[in-house]
């Protein structure tokens, strides 16, 4: 099969190639109706369709045989444990724990959050609630209990779903006390919290709405999977936005189950059978995608890892779990081979293992540097792809299709677009701008299935953020290029989102923290260049005249409380104090300016900055506090 020309299909024809496509999973009631109009007059997908994504990813494979087929392999080195479990295992935790939500009141169109680490029962809390058409909203772990209150008043959930603790390499992550204390500051009170005991030691002191897991599970009565329409949200997940409060995105099931089967056997390559390995965390969309629903959903295998790239043991740890489960096609962050490259740059521990069985490695979350790429690609000697796609689109917008043609690697390039994704850059003035320039990169409308549906509650930030700018559009927030080949390059946000080791992070939300401090007037947060983890964020510091506090107090202030109140996941390490920002004359701080400085980008000085002298002062300050590419 010719890229191209399948490409073009998807293009030419929409609907009639998503039929197609959609014909690959089992419906309850299949789709006549494919592409259609919503009561806001967006697109949407399959709409008289109905089915359970529940039972695509666990019932009609024991249907069909494979109930004795390995679903997950939990794998963690942090605990020192391991577990296989089964498709028919899979089956029954997951209808007792959607038992469990029914008798507690659950029902269809009910929201529930999943606050927990990598262990198989978050994947199970996921699964439970598709099966009883309860929307989830999937929490990162990382984040501290201010950042969870704000998603618990945004969603409002009738109950939580938490554990005692998470795990990190040397110390234990307080889960069940966050929840407590996000309850607190939340004004919405959800009914229950169910509680998983890990039993590793942390306190987990008893409240009123607690229920315990097993206890919940063990006398529940299994619930069948329920039928629900084809634009039923799935999920909510949020994604970080330039206004500082997250976007709640929206995910329908049909469109996403299709898209997800697609995605699975054209741009991953896998089959039905084959071990698939997304080393992310179930909180981000790569987790949702290609740790839960989209192996699942293909009959794969899917390995749940706890675990870092280094120091759990060693960064030996991919390479063991490659070998030990035969992982056809992994997908990790630029960030965890360039953590593996820094420990172990000849590949010595990798000569250790036998990686025959892996076929293509997949990259994705940031952008990709070339050198990190060629050491893969030297290193594992299969190809090494880098793909680019968004919390907003649920799966790859450009990839090299590993199951259609693979075309040459141009590094810093994640090839061409993904069928369904009519991808171009335009100018500010809305014309598409010729191949070898810098644009915004947009996408004719419609989108294939799979991708938002609309935010949580916000319908006109949807409309605002993502479809006015340029109409018949849907505008990504990132800039780029095309070359002459019609490769497209991904050059980075536009906005104020920051991309730190594959987590989009809202520098705004950042600013909010910063600038509460007593003693700053007022504060920029930018991302800047970091060798290991692609971006982290610089907060630079304005303070009031009659701060009195040292410069070294407002340093570890300032960062301690964006990591209360936000998480560690920010990475914020630096804070410099400047007498003043660049600004235009209408008041406008240059966030993009100053980060071209700390990256040693080529810049132009705006016409409109209200004080050229400034570049110097900012340059002077960052290499006498070895900020960015000045340290080197």
Avoid at 26 to 36: C, M, T, V
Avoid at 42 to 60: A, R
Avoid at 445 to 468: C, D, H, Q, V
Wanted: net charge neutral.
């Amino acid at each position: 099969m010719k890229y191209q020309e399948f490409y073009n299909k998807s293009i030419s024809n929409p609907e009639a190639f998503w039929k197609e496509q959609s014909e690959q999973i089992s419906w309850y009631s299949k789709p006549e109706n494919i592409l259609s109009k919503n009561d806001k007059g967006h697109n949407q997908w399959f709409e008289d369709g109905k089915l359970n994504l529940s039972y695509l990813c666990i019932d009609k494979h024991i249907e069909d045989g494979y109930g004795r087929q390995n679903a997950i392999i939990y794998d963690s080195p942090v605990t020192n444990s391991k577990e296989i479990i089964t498709y028919n295992r899979l089956h029954k935790e997951v209808s007792k724990l959607a038992g469990a939500l029914k008798e507690i009141g659950l029902k269809k169109g009910d929201t529930a959050i999943v606050y927990m680490p990598m262990i198989p029962q978050a994947v199970y809390a996921m699964l439970a609630c598709a099966r009883i058409g309860v929307i989830h909203s999937v929490v990162f772990g990382g984040f501290a209990p201010n950042e969870l209150a704000i998603r618990i008043d945004d969603c409002k959930p009738k109950v939580i779903l938490t554990a005692s603790s998470g795990i990190e390499i040397d110390r234990i992550i307080p889960y069940k006390p966050y929840v407590d204390e996000a309850i607190k500051l939340a004004g919405h009170k959800p009914n229950s919290v169910i509680i998983y005991q890990r039993h590793l030691g942390a306190d987990t002191p008893g409240k009123p709405y607690d229920i315990d897991y097993l206890s919940a599970v063990n006398t529940a009565t299994p619930a069948e999977p329920v039928e629900v329409e084809s634009t039923h949200p799935l999920y909510i997940l949020y994604t970080s936005g330039t206004t500082g409060k997250p976007k709640g995105i929206i995910r329908d099931t049909g469109g996403y189950a299709t898209a997800l089967k697609f995605s699975m056997n054209y741009v991953y390559g896998v089959h039905s059978g084959d071990v698939f390995w997304a080393a992310s965390d179930v909180g981000w969309v790569v987790g949702h995608s290609y740790i839960v629903y989209g192996p699942l959903l293909n009959r794969n295998t899917t390995v749940l890892f706890e675990g870092k790239p280094i120091r759990t043991p060693d960064a030996s740890t991919f390479w063991r779990i490659i070998e030990e489960y035969k992982v056809k096609v992994m997908f990790t962050a630029p960030t965890a081979i360039r953590a593996i490259k820094k420990e172990d740059p000849n590949g010595e521990f990798l000569k250790q293992y036998d990686l025959s069985n892996l076929k293509y490695q997949f990259l994705a979350g940031e952008r990709c540097d070339a050198a990190t790429l060629r050491w893969t690609e030297n290193m594992l000697k299969v190809p090494v792809i880098d793909h680019w796609w968004q919390t907003e689109s649920g799966w790859p917008m450009l990839a090299n299709m590993a199951g259609v043609e693979l075309a040459t690697v141009k590094p810093g390039s994640a090839t061409f677009p993904v069928c369904g994704y009519d991808i171009q850059i335009m100018s500010e003035d809305g014309e598409i701008v010729p191949n070898g320039k810098e644009g915004y990169v947009v996408v004719k409308l419609p989108l294939p299935p799979g991708n938002l549906k609309n935010i949580w509650g916000n319908p006109e930030r949807f409309e605002a953020g993502y479809l006015s700018r340029f109409p018949g559009y849907y505008f990504s927030g990132d800039g780029g290029y095309k070359d002459e080949d019609g490769y497209v390059f991904i050059t980075g946000r536009v906005d104020d989102v920051i991309n730190v080791a594959g987590h989009r992070l809202s520098t705004a939300e950042m600013e909010e923290v910063v600038a509460s401090h007593p003693s700053v007037a007022e504060c920029a947060v930018i991302g800047i260049h970091d060798d290991l983890k692609g971006q982290i964020p610089l907060a630079l510091v304005v303070t009031k005249t009659d701060n009195k506090l040292a410069e070294s107090v407002i340093q570890t202030e300032v960062i301690k409380d964006v990591r209360k109140s936000i998480g560690p996941v920010t990475s914020l390490k630096q804070v410099v104090l400047v007498n003043r920002l660049p600004k235009t004359r209408s008041g406008k701080i240059l966030r993009k300016l100053l980060r071209s400085i700390a990256d040693n980008d080529q810049y132009k000085i705006p016409s409109t900055i209200d004080d050229p002298l400034i570049i110097n002062e900012i340059e002077n300050k960052f290499i006498s506090h070895k900020v960015g590419i000045t340290k080197k």
